[in-house]
């Protein structure tokens, strides 16, 4: 109970100050909380591991943020503040599989709950470096240049730092978690870059694309930066952004309880 109590204080002080700063919308704030409430419930560990992935996540967005925005403005929706969808799409696993992994110390759910956080860093970072410094990218699918912040498009500065989101998370579990840590970091951090790619796969096949008549260009704006409304063209009209990362982090969890049952066998 007091490290339920304690959590929320933290939680609240933490998503506040998020807020204040207009990293979450009003929605995000309070999925952020919950969050925070339910790792901490969890165990110290869970939560210490969630406030390192929105630390980290959070200064790279902020990272020379003007200059990501005037790349990215005509095809991502404008606004940085995070809505209650986008916080559990990528929250959402880790913390289901960490509840889980509580009755018994079972590692292969705390490897997932693991892998998972891992997939949602290893995009988070890609995304923010990528758009930065990779150039133009290319579709994972079809190897063409795609805008840049297009779901699906992938560069080799994202990649390296998809690799460094995930090993991040991967080491820092690995080395506060109570069981075998060469184990868990493998199969974390595989789990998490195996989860960074399928973002990109579901992202380029799956997402849904848009494309502005008057100007010609693919984007994911349904108004475009011209002010002309965009017509769906390409993906699953309902298959989101916020479902793409949940499909992400999904498959970094899976994928890591896999690699550690095969490992500690």
Request: hydrophobic content about 50%; aromatic content about 8%.
């Amino acid at each position: 109970m007091i490290r339920v109590l304690l959590g929320a204080l933290a939680a609240g002080i933490i998503t506040g100050l998020a807020r204040q700063r207009r990293m979450l919308s009003a929605s995000g704030q309070w999925a952020g909380f919950l969050l925070g409430l339910l790792s901490a419930a969890a165990g110290w560990v869970w939560a210490a591991l969630l406030a390192a992935f929105f630390a980290s996540s959070t200064a790279l967005t902020r990272w020379r943020e003007e200059e990501r925005v005037r790349r990215t403005e005509r095809t991502v929706p404008i606004g940085s503040e995070r809505t209650a969808y986008q916080v559990m799409a990528n929250g959402g696993t880790f913390v289901l599989l960490a509840f889980l992994a509580q009755p018994d110390g079972d590692a292969r759910w705390a490897t997932g709950a693991l892998g998972a956080l891992a997939a949602a860093s290893a995009d988070s970072w890609s995304t923010e470096v990528g758009t930065l410094l990779g150039g133009t990218p290319r579709s994972i699918w079809t190897a063409r240049p795609v805008p840049v912040g297009m779901s699906g498009g992938v560069t080799i500065a994202g990649l390296v730092a998809s690799i460094a989101g995930a090993t991040f998370i991967a080491g820092l579990g690995a080395a506060l978690l109570p069981f075998r840590p060469a184990h868990v970091a493998i199969a974390s951090a595989a789990g998490g870059i195996t989860g960074g790619i399928a973002d990109s796969l579901a992202g380029g096949a799956l997402q849904s694309k848009r494309h502005c008549d008057r100007c010609q260009e693919w984007t994911e704006r349904r108004v475009h930066a011209c002010g002309y409304r965009t017509k769906h063209r390409a993906g699953f009209y309902w298959m989101t952004n916020d479902l793409v990362n949940l499909v992400a982090t999904g498959t970094g969890a899976v994928i890591a309880m896999l690699i550690v049952t095969w490992l500690d066998r």
